[in-house]
């Protein structure tokens, strides 16, 4: 047992590490995990002692409420290293606070913040060893919460699992990609859980993601279930377009997700001098942008991706090839965005939490 702040967490330590076997150079996303993960059952009405436990697989009841009612939510962070081993966290209270909007929306009971804070920090020093320096290289934070209740009559859970685990990272998403705009098939709806990291969400993009690549695209730029005019978001990303030196993203709503990295690139982009609307898009209005050579740059944003720039897109048989730019805006705002994140450059937003 060790004490942190005015919580307890119940620790086991893994007896052995996997980090020898791991070749940090060749990651596949997702697929290495760390030495220890965090755990916190819900029962009886409220949050149980907090614990971290090597990582491990689960024995979970067939009938347990998230299998067959889909009640999961999900977020995604990461940590840094910088050259003095130092560990930081980028906008932690921002997932956080993200968390528990979406446990919200899914009849779900929100994480208590200290423990939120004190279980990712207790177990960030512990695998601290994962974290590996230089830009580009992060530890991927996979906090999220599940129903555990072991019934299947159609009604939310009483049982709930809040847990973290940890994958060391690179990027994501190598060089650039091309997308295709949703005609028929849309992401969310309004009054949905569009805005929400509801696991959900992601499974029903499976199918029209895979017929896009079936074409040779590697991602779908989503666009609003009514007229499929209005473009929202790219993929698993929000998604900015540049208009000569305009940058423009849609508006939050009920169908977008309020992205961390959005938020980031918005405040740092105004920081730069570079005008930003945040206002609806429509697929007209690119496509006609794309023709007059107004349109410069597409390029997704996410925690995974942190920028992701996009070649070139169809939307109704036509191919839009993007030109190739030199200090493009995807570049400029994504290597500050990691300085900023690996501590080598000036943070006036306060947005670095060191571990």
Known sequence: MIKHTSHEIDIVKSDTTKIDAVDFDNLTFGR?????????????????????????????DPSARVFHYGQAVFEGMKAYKDDDGKVWLFRPIDNFNRINKSATRLAMPEFPQEYFMNGLTTLLKMDSAWVKPGKGNSLYIRPFIIATDPAISASPSNNYRFMIICAPAKAYYTGKIRVLIAEEYSRSA???????????????QFYPTSLAQKKGFQQVIWTDADTHERLEEAGTMNVFFRINDTLITAPLSDRILDGVTRRSIIQLAEDNGIEVQVRPITVTEIKEASKNGSLKEIFGAGTAVVISPISAFEHADELFELPTIEN??????????????HNMDEDKHGWRYQV
């Open 32 to 60: 290495t995990f760390t030495d220890h993960m965090f755990i916190c059952d819900y029962e009886n009405g409220e949050w149980q002692t907090p614990k971290i436990i090597p990582y491990q697989p689960m024995t979970m």
């Open 190 to 204: 309004n009054g949905g859980v569009g805005f929400a990291k509801a696991a959900g969400n992601y499974a029903a």
């Open 328 to 341: 493009s805006y995807a570049d400029t705002l994504k290597d500050k965005m990691l300085n900023i994140q």
